[in-house]
């Protein structure tokens, strides 16, 4: 944590950034906790792998085609991806549809 909060800023000052200025400074903080690296080749047949076997969980639970309204929007315009999960099906929806990376609240730990 102390590597994080070399900088401090006041909180006056950080209510006078505008959004781009904040996410800027928020990205260097995060930075080495991200991983910049491209996926090696054989993670990624593991995901195609496992990209296949939701599409199986789904059409073995009666889902035989699942139609889509409207398109998926393109990774530069909306890199997040959020679910409400209306039914038990959506996450291997959402696997067999576009690969997300999971996410949980650090309350979900405990």
Do not use: T
Request: a positive charge; charged letters at 25%; one cysteine or more.
């Amino acid at each position: 944590a102390e590597r994080v909060n070399k900088k401090k800023y006041p909180k006056e000052k950080v209510l006078a950034m505008s959004e781009e200025e904040v996410i800027a400074i928020a990205s260097k903080k995060l930075r080495h906790i991200c991983w910049y690296r491209p996926m090696q080749p054989w993670r990624r047949k593991i995901l195609i792998g496992l990209q296949l076997v939701a599409r199986g969980v789904l059409f073995f639970s009666g889902f035989i085609w699942i139609d889509i309204d409207g398109e998926l929007a393109p990774k530069e315009e909306a890199p997040i991806l959020v679910s409400n999960h209306v039914s038990m099906c959506e996450p291997a929806f959402m696997v067999s549809q576009c690969l997300p990376a999971p996410i949980a609240a650090a309350e979900h730990l405990k």
